[in-house]
T-cell receptor
Framework: DTGVSQDPRHKITKRGQNVTFRCDPI?????LYWYRQTLGQGPEFLTY????????KSRLLSDRFSAERPKGSFSTLEIQRTEQGDSAMYLC??????????????FGPGTRLLVL | AQKVTQAQTEISVVEKEDVTLDCVYE???????LFWYKQPPSGELVFLIR??????QNEISGRYSWNFQKSTSSFNFTITASQVVDSAVYFC????????????FGTGTRLTIIP
C-alpha cells in the first residue's frame, strides 16, 4: 500500500508567477487535507476535501490560492501571483472517514516552495 | 479555540539517555484526539501515536511511551535509551472529534541525540 505522494518535491519560482502542486492520497482515503509549514513552525491547516467537495478553507487561504480535487482522487493546489511570503513547505495528508469516525491523517513528503 | 504548546524548542541529550518531550493543550471540546508526529530532516511527517480523550491509559511502544493526563491537559512523550536515529523535530497535535477534524499543531521540539 503506497503512501501519500506529492509532486514536485521542490519548486523555485519568481515572484508573480503561478505554481501548481499535486497530491495523490492513499487509495480509498476519502479525506484530503492541505497544510502549510513555515520555518520553525508547526503545520497550519489550509483546506480539506471530503471526496470531491471542498468543505472548509482557512482564512490563511487568500484569494490567490485555489484547491481542487476532481473525481475525489488526487488534488491540486494552485498559487497565483506568488509572493515571497508564500515560501513554505506545503503538506498534504489523507485519511479515511466512515460514519463520523475518522482515522489518522497520514502525510506526504511535502512540496518545498521558494519564491524569489 | 484549540491550542497546543510545546515549550521546549530544542533539546540535546547524549545517546542512551532518556528524554521527555512536553505537550500541553487547550480545547473546549469534551471529545478530542491527541497525536504525536516525527519530522526527520527529510521533511515528511511520520505518525507515531493517536489518543482519544476518553483513554487516559499510558501507552508503551518499544522505546517510546506516552503519558496522557487530562487533569493537567498534558500529553508527554518519553524516549527511553535514545538513539541517534531519534534525532528529529517532534510535533504534538490536537483535533476535534466532529467536523473537519483538522490538526492543530504545536511549534515542535527539535531533538538532537549526541553520539
Amino acid at each position: 500500500d503506497t503512501g501519500v505522494s506529492q509532486d514536485p518535491r521542490h519548486k523555485i519560482t519568481k515572484r508573480g508567477q503561478n505554481v501548481t502542486f499535486r497530491c495523490d492520497p492513499i487509495s480509498e482515503h476519502n479525506r484530503l487535507y492541505w497544510y502549510r509549514q513555515t520555518l520553525g513552525q508547526g503545520p497550519e491547516f489550509l483546506t480539506y476535501f471530503q471526496n470531491e467537495a471542498q468543505l472548509e478553507k482557512s482564512r490563511l487561504l487568500s484569494d490567490r490560492f485555489s484547491a481542487e480535487r476532481p473525481k475525489g482522487s488526487f488534488s491540486t493546489l494552485e498559487i497565483q501571483r506568488t509572493e515571497q511570503g508564500d515560501s513554505a513547505m506545503y503538506l498534504c495528508a489523507s485519511s479515511l472517514e466512515t460514519g463520523g469516525y475518522q482515522e489518522t491523517q497520514y502525510f506526504g513528503p511535502g512540496t518545498r516552495l521558494l519564491v524569489l | 479555540a484549540q491550542k497546543v504548546t510545546q515549550a521546549q524548542t530544542e533539546i540535546s541529550v547524549v545517546e542512551k539517555e532518556d528524554v521527555t518531550l512536553d505537550c500541553v493543550y487547550e480545547t473546549r471540546d469534551t471529545t478530542y484526539y491527541l497525536f504525536w508526529y516525527k519530522q526527520p530532516p527529510s521533511g515528511e511527517l511520520v505518525f507515531l501515536i493517536r489518543r482519544n480523550s476518553f483513554d487516559e491509559q499510558n501507552e508503551i511502544s518499544g522505546r517510546y511511551s506516552w503519558n496522557f493526563q487530562k487533569s493537567t491537559s498534558s500529553f508527554n512523550f518519553t524516549i527511553t535509551a535514545s538513539q541517534v536515529v531519534d534525532s528529529a523535530v517532534y510535533f504534538c497535535a490536537l483535533s476535534e472529534h466532529f467536523g473537519n477534524e483538522k490538526l492543530t499543531f504545536g511549534t515542535g521540539t527539535r531533538l538532537t541525540i549526541i553520539p
